[in-house]
């Protein structure tokens, strides 16, 4: 079944670290992104790529950093420089370079220690 | 004012109602509409997508939009507990995935 993978499911992050999540999608989607999800608040977006070895801020990159070496993965790395990381992170793809509805996998939550 | 709002509930319903579920927003030029549903702790589920004004049906849903008031609607018919989630709209001006904007969700719980 395609679909968007993302792991952990779950992670805590330590003072100082940093900390990466893993979205993996088996759909043949161009364009990936990674939301920020709080409660009360419409997802918000972090970064998005079109294309593979692209990528382009979004509303709240600041603490935040991706690469995008492969069609199928786009890692979010979490620094310390994020000062409120605690949130539900999701990571969608979409189709044709960005057009159309997303589709989401399903969450990683982290929380401070 | 926030660019797209929904009403956060919790709405509770006994099984069978018909549910509202609705968005207002304030930007004119959206044109393409989405409807999501989000269990606890999964990612949204795109139920409904539509271009411009009018309704469209899929099963026991029915997304509707009415841009001269700047508001959208989302009904469940027959609604059953498996229903129970949070229902977060979207919208877009120009269909491009980073220019979507999110409404905060309205969480429905349908009683057995």
């Known amino acids: 079944d395609g679909g968007i993978t993302q792991s952990p499911k779950y992670l805590f992050r330590k003072e100082g670290q940093n900390v990466t999540l893993s979205c993996e999608q088996n759909l043949n989607h161009d364009a990936m992104y990674w939301y920020r999800q709080d409660p009360g608040q419409g997802l918000r977006l972090i970064y998005y790529?079109?294309?593979?070895?692209?990528?382009q801020k979004g509303d709240i990159a600041e603490g935040y950093s991706v690469s995008r070496e492969k069609k199928e993965s786009f890692p979010l790395t979490v620094t310390s420089a994020q000062k409120n990381p605690t949130a539900f992170y999701l990571c969608?793809?979409?189709?044709?370079?960005?057009?159309?509805?997303?589709?989401f996998g399903d969450g990683t939550r982290l929380s401070i220690l | 004012q926030k660019e797209v709002e929904q009403d956060p509930g919790p709405l509770s319903v006994p099984e069978g109602a018909i549910v509202s579920l609705n968005c207002t927003y304030s930007?004119?030029?959206?044109?393409?509409f989405m409807w999501y549903r989000q269990y606890s702790r999964k990612g949204p589920e795109l139920l409904m997508y539509?271009?411009?004004?009018g309704n469209k049906e899929d099963g026991r849903f029915t997304a509707q939009v009415d841009k001269s008031s700047k508001y959208i609607s989302l009904f469940i018919r027959d609604s059953q507990p498996s229903d129970s989630a949070t229902y977060l709209c979207a919208m877009s001006l120009d269909n491009y995935g980073q220019n979507f904007v999110f409404g905060p969700g309205t969480r429905l719980s349908v009683l057995p």
């Open positions: 969608a793809s979409s189709m044709g370079r960005g057009t159309g509805p997303q589709h």
């Open positions: 930007n004119s030029a959206f044109q393409y």
């Open positions: 790529s079109q294309i593979v070895n692209d990528f």
């Open positions: 539509t271009y411009s004004s």
